[in-house]
């Protein structure tokens, strides 16, 4: 594996949920990672469709790329993923931090799932361990654990990129939200100060842009980009003014529109509750607990 290639990304958006997914690859004919899919969602009806998936499925037949990871930055609370659609169509295998246990254990008792799903994180074929290598190819991803927007929030290295989920967004956005079960700002600031220590032309790729009214949604930034001029924590910003303001911000904040569908899928791994005996699959709506 050679750490100097500079790996091609191909970043496909879902308008719906400010998503961008990631297919991380070589050259035509390599390996491939997928970074944080998308299944399509209407709240208003409950059905579910696979458009965003499906083009992704197109790109990575068209280039003859070979799925070797489909992995997630977190549970996400904002879309849910495609990841079992994906490995059923392409292969792979599907792949999270290790400390999702810690998710899995709280959201269990939020959504009172059946008494024998697992909090070990044994929905995923593979958990990730903080600083982990994963091969892909003549590429090769290094897992970087920061944690602060959930307690098991990975970025994923590959050479000369960091893609980094929930953790920052554009400068002109600033950084997530900690306020979910399990989310702490001081833990976000250390994570932010860990991308910071990388050189200053690393390219850094957003998960989400919700941007201001003057600028279309954008996907890329630096290192450097960010310690100048992230509103929230850029360089000169001590960690006691950045939790201050997290605090703040957060408690003026409404919860996502999909965070109740979004994460009892998404903890399973991308997978929907058992189907009753009806044969249809249910989610449940927790009142008055977030």
Request: hydrophobic share 35%.
């Amino acid at each position: 594996m050679n750490s100097e290639i500079t790996p091609t990304v191909k970043t496909f958006f879902d308008p719906l949920t400010s998503t961008f997914t990631h297919v991380v690859y070589e050259k035509s004919g390599s390996d491939c990672a997928i970074i944080d899919s998308v299944l399509n969602y209407d709240h208003k009806s409950g059905r579910t469709h696979t458009q965003a998936a499906d083009e992704l499925i197109d790109f990575v037949r068209q280039q003859n790329l070979e799925v070797r990871w489909i992995l997630e930055t977190h549970a996400h609370a904002d879309h849910l993923s495609a990841a079992p659609y994906l490995k059923k169509n392409l292969g792979g295998m599907i792949a999270i931090g290790n400390r999702i246990q810690d998710v899995q254990i709280v959201f269990k008792n939020v959504f009172h799932f059946e008494e024998n799903f697992q909090t070990d994180g044994s929905q995923f074929d593979y958990l990730i361990q903080e600083d982990e290598e994963l091969p892909l190819g003549n590429l090769q991803i290094n897992c970087l654990f920061v944690p602060g927007h959930t307690p098991a929030c990975l970025a994923y290295q590959v050479s000369d990129s960091i893609f980094v989920g929930d953790t920052v967004f554009m400068p002109d956005v600033g950084t997530a939200r900690c306020d979910f079960p399990g989310g702490n700002a001081h833990a976000l600031y250390q994570s932010v100060q860990k991308l910071f220590s990388f050189p200053s032309q690393t390219k850094l790729y957003m998960c989400h842009d919700y941007p201001p009214n003057h600028r279309e949604a954008t996907f890329q930034t630096t290192i450097l980009e960010q310690r100048q001029n992230n509103i929230h924590i850029h360089d000169g910003v001590s960690e006691e003014a950045f939790v201050a303001m997290r605090t703040a911000r957060d408690a003026t904040l409404e919860m996502p529109v999909l965070i109740l569908p979004s994460v009892q899928v998404n903890i399973r791994a991308g997978e929907f509750p058992p189907k009753e005996s009806n044969g249809v699959s249910y989610l449940k709506i927790p009142l008055n607990i977030l």
